[in-house]
């Protein structure tokens, strides 16, 4: 059966190579977009329910469990910094597989054991799904459309979430218990996340023109990283330090939306879907549009100009909105809008257009997963720092608190990253020879 796949897989493969732009910009985009979309069904729903009234170590049990899922996540990334950079293409499909399996798995022991003995299975749950991404964006980078496919993953990234916590809160109004809520959510998944892998694998591999405008992306051993580190690492720490800030206030603002919301005073299931389908086809315009600029230094230098102006959104955003000048819904949005705008570039184009500069030998998982190991870090220090400083916290009162200055401090770290990538010898060598080629 296994060889007979193959096979198939392979056909399709081959009929993939012949078809037009446009048509493989949709097909790849759309399964990448499908494929994410449902990894975030066994992810983000059990983050709706509030399970009032229930402690843990004398903690707020949602609390901890957001923590121990992100524990377990931001673990995934740190070992995804030498795993994903490592992975071979033909191990990527029974990895995604495996791991959403294992993490649904996580999910019905979940269900079964009564809170709030169960948490141990929402760490195993977050180890699952923490090397997801770079797997999926395996798939994409190292393209001339990297930029247009990332808009489809950008759209999944920011929708999927608030779209499976609108699911999730509709299952628990129709009476399906908080804890079981997760399983059901996956179990409704599962059979498009298993067709929408396959639509991944017979994926052509990147064509000679995509490497003459992008560069090889091979595997990195451990002596690879360290070199790359060594030339460019204080650029690169400059914008991860960026990174963490912005993955702060996203984490929170993602996991936190439903005490938020109820702080304001919106109980709409559907208010999650609602702000993130604005915001992520707002920011998918702004990513495939840059698909048209060929000049990769240029585009590189755009994005950082991208993450500057997301943080200044975040704090005038803000700033209106305490001072009532703007409602909470629309503040919602405009918040959220800023901190993608900062927070997408990151997760695979920024890093995609460095590396086509710099035609070193690396690839994008390796970056995003520092940057993404370190992120984690920084959301789970700031989350235990709030729950042992106070028994209550009012969420609302915290996320607009870091919204005035998390923006600035990034500001200043893609700053200097700015200033320092312009300085390398190196970028201003390879930038000419990609001018010439495009």
């Given amino acids: 059966m296994t060889t007979n796949l193959n096979k ?8 993939l190579v012949n078809k037009s732009s446009l048509f493989m910009t949709f ?23 509030l399970f009032e ?24 990334k740190g070992y995804g910094i030498k795993f994903i950079s490592e992975v071979k293409p033909e191990q990527r499909p029974k990895l995604i597989i495996g791991m959403v399996l294992y993490s649904h798995l996580s999910l019905l022991m979940f269900s079964i054991i009564p809170a709030p003995d169960n948490w141990p299975f929402m760490f195993l ?68 996340f298993l067709i929408s892998v396959f639509a991944l694998v017979v994926v052509p591999k990147p064509s000679e023109a995509d490497i003459q405008s992008r560069s090889l992306r091979p595997p990195m051993d451990q002596k690879d990283r360290g070199k790359f580190l060594s030339k460019y690492g204080f650029g690169l720490y400059s914008l991860i330090a960026a990174y963490i ?19 304001i ?24 549009i840059g698909y048209k600029i060929k000049d990769n230094k240029l585009a590189f230098f755009i994005n950082h100009l991208f993450i500057i102006l997301g943080c200044l959104l975040i704090f005038l955003s803000t700033r209106s909105f305490l001072l009532n000048y703007t409602s909470p819904f629309w503040w919602m949005v405009l918040s959220g809008l800023g901190i993608y705008m900062a927070y997408i570039p990151f997760n695979g184009v920024l890093f995609d257009r460095l590396l086509a500069v710099l035609k070193e030998k690396a690839n994008v998982g390796f970056l995003f997963y520092m940057a993404d190991f370190a992120g984690y870090l920084g959301a789970i220090f700031v989350m235990l720092t709030q729950v042992f400083s106070s028994k209550t916290t009012n969420w609302l009162e915290l996320i607009s608190n870091l919204a005035i200055w998390l923006p600035i401090v990034s500001i200043l770290f893609v700053t200097i990253s700015l200033f320092y990538f312009n300085s390398k010898s190196s970028f201003h060598t390879n930038s000419n020879k990609d001018i010439a080629i495009s």
């Fill in 265 to 288: 005073g919106q109980k709409n299931s559907l208010i999650f879907s609602k702000t993130e389908i604005i915001i992520g086809l707002i920011i998918a315009i702004n990513i495939g």
């Fill in 27 to 49: 097909y790849v985009g759309l399964a990448a977009f499908s494929t994410y979309t449902c990894m975030y069904a066994f992810r983000k729903p059990f983050t709706v329910a």
């Fill in 125 to 192: 749950n977050g180890i699952g799904l923490g090397m997801i991404y770079g797997l999926i964006f395996s798939y994409l980078e190292g393209r001339k459309i990297t930029e247009l496919l990332s808009a489809f993953l950008v759209i999944s990234f920011i929708v999927s979430s608030g779209f499976m916590k609108t699911i999730g809160s509709l299952l628990i109004n129709s009476g399906v218990d908080e804890s079981k809520m997760p399983f059901v959510v996956g179990l409704i998944f599962m059979p498009i």
């Fill in 53 to 76: 009234g229930i402690m843990l170590w004398g903690l707020n049990y949602k609390v901890v469990l957001v923590i121990l899922q992100l524990l377990g996540y931001t673990a995934a």
């Fill in 8 to 15: 198939i897989s392979q056909n399709i493969s081959e009929k």
């Fill in 245 to 263: 800030f912005m993955t702060i206030f996203r984490d929170i603002r993602d996991n936190f939306s439903a005490e938020i919301w109820k702080e």
